[in-house]
Every structure is written in structure tokens, then in C-alpha cells.
């Protein structure tokens, strides 16, 4: 073969390389690229769609996709993909068979699947969404299989009760109802110091309650949380309900009351620190309405950010759906909606047909059961080295359907309006620390036989050392156990605990039920004083109680826990005082264990000592 010859290949296959990159890394579509190229676009697959001809704003959309495997072999669905026009006017609450988790593809919303279909079979896929603006949506949805794309025409249209589409989403004026008091809401950021920056965690909404500066909003969203520290508050005001909110002003938190999920925060100094004086503010405040003349069926208005991209300001019309009672707060404590919000507008404005005050949306209800199905993610919670939809979500992740009623909320804008300044923290169980009764284990750890674990472990060391029961963790997100080779069913656990070697925001603690190392009960205090009750369930961890502050954890001191599993309920106490109480039967007997852990720092050592297992 000639050099020419040589050379002139060589280029061609170079051209070809330079080709394919180009369609890979530098196109917006990435792979989609490389399909075209490949001519992979085409899948043996046929995919038809059923959608309703129309509905209204705040009504909920059922779409169904139809897939149908025409190949001879076994068709894996990996993404259905949205063109992110319509995403601006909907919001997915779940997919079946699939997942909400979610990526962006270069104008495309990709929805991961991860399911199978045998040949010459079809599957259904149920899409639900919550309409959330108006729009006329003509276009093609994809459905990803391996390096094959199918696309399908569909049309959603969306409609203003009135019968119209909006032309908000195409650069046109919106114009809201008279009564719709767009103005008073406003969209509140909260920031972190992340690497010396200051960056956006979450957002949410509020409602100017004062012209000089008062803002009330959801207590999850301004105050600060184990793994969610709030550095910095932005507050953007609604200038017109067609354009984006325009962040002004800096605030702190005046009035906070987290079991209500309300706060009060107060307009301090704008954008580059200048001090604000209030009386010269000026703002829309809004009026405030009745909450005792809510009635079942009334409508209600509301307005707020659900998106931290939204470019502007979002209505939701819907109706009082019903009222539920709380210790403490009488039977009208809660409102409920039929209307299904996003996350973010929690702390938002819900006005009545006069355009008053009425309610504030919250994520109360969210418990363990409760999973986000947008979870948005900022650490690694659950220490798998992963940070993604399994771990701790940020405050306004998930959905609402609560309200709290706007007369819960005045004690906390009059203290505010007084200047004072208090934050009032979840309670904890006034119940008396369980003591068990008959004994069933004691050991002060002199044996070096006694039953317990003991060696290397991939992530540290357990053993026997010096009459304790030491745990020494090596590397970052990372948990050690030691588990006693005996088995019980219901138990009060109390040892002693003490920090050798500390590092920071280590924690430890105590295992009950354990079935192996991916199936147990936990119970976990740290140094920097905060408490824990969890659980892992086939590998996935779930918060029972999430990490709470107490000033009754000692700090770098030794300290004396009590774990009690008995029946479904499993409660945490330290040094006398009862931390946590929680409910769960997914394990109803098992090993008894001991813990320690870390997040972003290492080389920690944690020892116990004199434990005893009683009988309750």
C-alpha cells in the first residue's frame, strides 16, 4: 500500500473521529448526535399516545404511552423524554411503571424507566401531571431504548378557567383577576457557603405581611438543618405577573416556629449590604382575611414560585377540600386542598375570592412514608458515596396539599412587628426514659470472647481494646458496626459512650433488630450535638426521626444512650432525657448492635462500655 494511500485513510478516518465528537460532546443532543450518525434513531418499537383533549389550570393530567416491542427480543425502556416547552407548564407527580428522576437532554427532559418489554408485547405507561400554566403545546415526545430514540406527536392543551390560553409562556401579558393579589408574593432564597462561595440551596415563596419589610413564609425554608446550613436570605419581588422576579433585598429570620412550619423574616439590607431603612419600603402588604369564615368548597387562590428556574410567578386555583385538628391548635389547624402544589410554593399565599390573606402552604405532612419524587439532593446524607435521590432531600422537594390556616401565623407577625425575635424548636417526647425489667445481657467489655464482632472492616476497625469496644472509622461517608451474635425480639439498651479521637460531625450509636448489613434499626447521637433515629431497609436508608439539635447531648463528653425497640415503637434517650420516639414495623426482632460513623472527615474513634440489654 502506497504512503499516499496511507495518508489520504488516515485523514478520512480522522475526519470521521473529529465527526462523531462533534455530535457526541458538542451538539446540544449529545448522543442523539451519534445516533443520527449511526442512524440508530429508528427502534423496532411503535409507540402511540393517549392524552385529554383539554383541561384547566390546577386540574391533573393523565397521559398514557403506549409501547409495543416489534422485535424479537427484550425491549428495555431507559427514558421517556419531554420537550422542556411543555415541562414549563406542567409538573410530573409520577410515572408507572418509572421513575420522576430526572435529567436534561438538550431541550428534552429525560424521565428515567428502566423497564423491560418482551417481544411482540406492548406496556403502558402511565404519565400524571399537575397542569400548572396555561399553554397550546404541539410537539414530539421521545422514548429511549439503548441508542434507539422513537418519537410520537401529541398536542396538550391547557386552559385558564375562563376557557383561554395564556400567553405568558410566548412573551405576551398575562393579566390576573383584580382580587389576585400577585404583587404581595415574593420568591425567598436561601444560601450556603460552599468552598468560600455563596450559592443557591432552595427556594420557596412568602407573603409581604408589612410595607416596611415583614415577609411571612415556611420555617423549613429559611432556618438551617443538619447537612442544610442557611448563610444567606434573598428575597425577589413581583414586579408584573409576566415577568421574572427581581431579588432586591437581603432578610433575616425574625419569628420561627418549626412544628407550625411558619416564620417571619424582616428585610435588613439590599443586595450589597447596605442597611434598609423599612419605613421607606413602601410594599404591596397584603390584607389579611379571616381563616374561622372558611368554608368547604370556597376557593381559594394561590400564588408563589414552584420552581427555582420559574421565570415568573405562578397561579393555582382550587378549593378547600376539608379541616383537621392538632394538639394545641384546635380542630381547624389544618386546611386541605385538592390541589396537588410543588414544593416551592410552600410559605406561599393562598387569598381568598377578595384577594385576602387566608393560608400559607406547608410540607407538614411529609413524613418517612412520604418520598419526594423530585428530591433534590445537596450531600450525601446517607453516606453510600453517591449524592442523588436517596439521600436527604432540601426543604421545598416534594409536593402539598396542606395549608395552614393564616390565624396560626398572627402571633408570630405581631411578635415580629414588636421586633422580637424567637425560634421555637420541635418538642421532644415527654415521656419518662424506659428502664426494661429483667435483664438479658450485661457486658463491660474485659472478655475478648464475649460474643461481639471483632476485626478490620473495609472502612475501619472494631475490637476489643483496653475493656471497651472500640470503633476506629478510616475513610469519609462512612459507618462502622460491631453487632452481638445473639438475637432478641423487644429490648431496652443503655451503654456508655465516649469519644476518643473526634472528628467533625462524627456520630454513633446504638442497632437494634439487626438482620444483616443492609437491614436494621439505628439510633444515633453526635458530637455536635444533634439525634437520629433511622433505619436501612435493603440497603436504603430512611429517616424515622431526622437529625434534631438538643443541648442535652453532651459535646466531646461521654455520655450514657438508651435504645428501646419494643413492638413498633422505638424510642432514643441520652444522659436521662428522652430525645426521640418514633413508629415502625418493618423488623420485629434481631441482633443488637453498635455504631460509629462520618461524613467529610476521617480517622475517628468512638468507644463503649458496660452495656446491659433488659427485657421491657
Known amino acids: 500500500m502506497s504512503k499516499r494511500l496511507i495518508f489520504i485513510l488516515l485523514g478520512l478516518s480522522l475526519v470521521v473521529l473529529i465527526g462523531i465528537w462533534v455530535m457526541v460532546f458538542r451538539s446540544p443532543d449529545g448522543l442523539s448526535g451519534l445516533e443520527d450518525l449511526l442512524d440508530l434513531s429508528a427502534a423496532e418499537m411503535s409507540v402511540g399516545i393517549q392524552a385529554p383533549p383539554s383541561v384547566i389550570v390546577g386540574d391533573e393530567i393523565t397521559m398514557v404511552i403506549r409501547i409495543q416491542n416489534l422485535g424479537d427480543a427484550v425491549l428495555e425502556i431507559d427514558e421517556i423524554l419531554f420537550p422542556d416547552e411543555l415541562m414549563q407548564a406542567v409538573v410530573v407527580t409520577s410515572i408507572f411503571p418509572g421513575s420522576t428522576n430526572q435529567r436534561s437532554r438538550g431541550g428534552m427532559t429525560a424521565f428515567e424507566i428502566g423497564y423491560g418489554i418482551a417481544p411482540q408485547e406492548s406496556m403502558d405507561y402511565r404519565i400524571t401531571m399537575n397542569a400548572m400554566r396555561a399553554i397550546d403545546f404541539q410537539g414530539e415526545l421521545q422514548v429511549k431504548s439503548g441508542l434507539k430514540r422513537e418519537s410520537v406527536g401529541t398536542r396538550v392543551v391547557i386552559l385558564t378557567e375562563g376557557g383561554e390560553v395564556a400567553q405568558g409562556l410566548s412573551g405576551t401579558e398575562i393579566e390576573f383577576d383584580a382580587n389576585v393579589p400577585y404583587r404581595s408574593a415574593v420568591k425567598v432564597t436561601a444560601r450556603y457557603r460552599d468552598n468560600g462561595q455563596m450559592v443557591e440551596g432552595w427556594s420557596g415563596s412568602g ?152 393560608a400559607i402552604p406547608t410540607q407538614l405532612g411529609t413524613g418517612p412514608d412520604d418520598f419526594p419524587e423530585d428530591c433534590q439532593a445537596i450531600y450525601d446524607t446517607n453516606r453510600d458515596g453517591e449524592i442523588n435521590s436517596w439521600d436527604e432531600c432540601v426543604p421545598g422537594s416534594g409536593f402539598i396539599d396542606i395549608l395552614r390556616p393564616i390565624d396560626l401565623a398572627q402571633p408570630l407577625i405581631e411578635a415580629a412587628l414588636r421586633g422580637e425575635t424567637s425560634v421555637i424548636e420541635l418538642p421532644f417526647p415527654d415521656i419518662p426514659v424506659p428502664q426494661g425489667t429483667t435483664t438479658l445481657f450485661t457486658d463491660d467489655f474485659s472478655a475478648q470472647d464475649s460474643g461481639w464482632e471483632h476485626g478490620r472492616r473495609v472502612n475501619g476497625f472494631v475490637g476489643y481494646h483496653n475493656g471497651e469496644y472500640r470503633f476506629e472509622v478510616d475513610s469519609t461517608y462512612a459507618v462502622v458496626r460491631g453487632v452481638l451474635d445473639q438475637g432478641f425480639v423487644d429490648t431496652v439498651i443503655t451503654v456508655r459512650s465516649r469519644i476518643v479521637t473526634p472528628a467533625q460531625g462524627a456520630d454513633f450509636g446504638v442497632i437494634c433488630r439487626f438482620q444483616d448489613g443492609v437491614n436494621y434499626y439505628a439510633m444515633s447521637i453526635s458530637q455536635d450535638q444533634y439525634a437520629a433515629i433511622w433505619k436501612l431497609e435493603n440497603s436504603v436508608q430512611t429517616m424515622l426521626m431526622d437529625w434534631v439539635f438538643s443541648a442535652d447531648i453532651p459535646r466531646y463528653e461521654p455520655a450514657t444512650i438508651t435504645a428501646s425497640c419494643q413492638g413498633d415503637e422505638l424510642i432514643l434517650a441520652v444522659d436521662g432525657v428522652v430525645l426521640g420516639r418514633v413508629t415502625d414495623s418493618t423488623f420485629t426482632n434481631g441482633k443488637v448492635g453498635l455504631l460509629g460513623g462520618v461524613w467529610e472527615q476521617a480517622e475517628y474513634k468512638v468507644a463503649f462500655d458496660n452495656i446491659v440489654i433488659k427485657m421491657p
Open 207 to 358: 407573603s409581604i405581611v408589612s410595607s416596611d419589610g415583614l415577609i411571612l413564609t415556611s420555617a423549613k425554608l429559611v432556618l438551617p438543618r443538619r447537612f442544610f446550613p442557611v448563610d444567606d436570605l434573598v428575597v425577589s419581588l413581583t414586579m408584573e405577573p409576566d415577568q421574572p422576579p427581581v431579588p432586591m433585598y437581603r432578610a433575616e429570620v425574625l419569628q420561627a416556629d418549626r412544628t407550625l412550619d411558619l416564620a417571619v423574616i424582616r428585610i435588613t439590607t439590599d443586595l450589597e449590604y447596605a442597611p434598609v431603612d423599612g419605613r421607606q419600603l413602601d410594599l404591596p402588604a397584603v390584607e389579611f382575611g379571616d381563616a374561622d369564615d372558611l368554608q368547604l368548597g370556597a376557593p381559594l387562590a394561590i400564588l408563589g414560585y414552584p420552581r427555582s428556574n420559574s421565570e415568573s410567578i405562578m397561579l393555582t386555583r382550587g378549593e378547600i377540600g376539608g379541616f383537621a385538628g392538632q394538639e394545641g391548635y384546635g380542630e381547624r389547624a389544618l386546611v386541605m386542598t385538592w390541589e396537588k402544589l410543588s414544593g416551592e410554593n410552600s410559605g406561599g399565599l393562598v387569598s381568598d375570592g377578595s384577594g385576602n390573606l387566608v
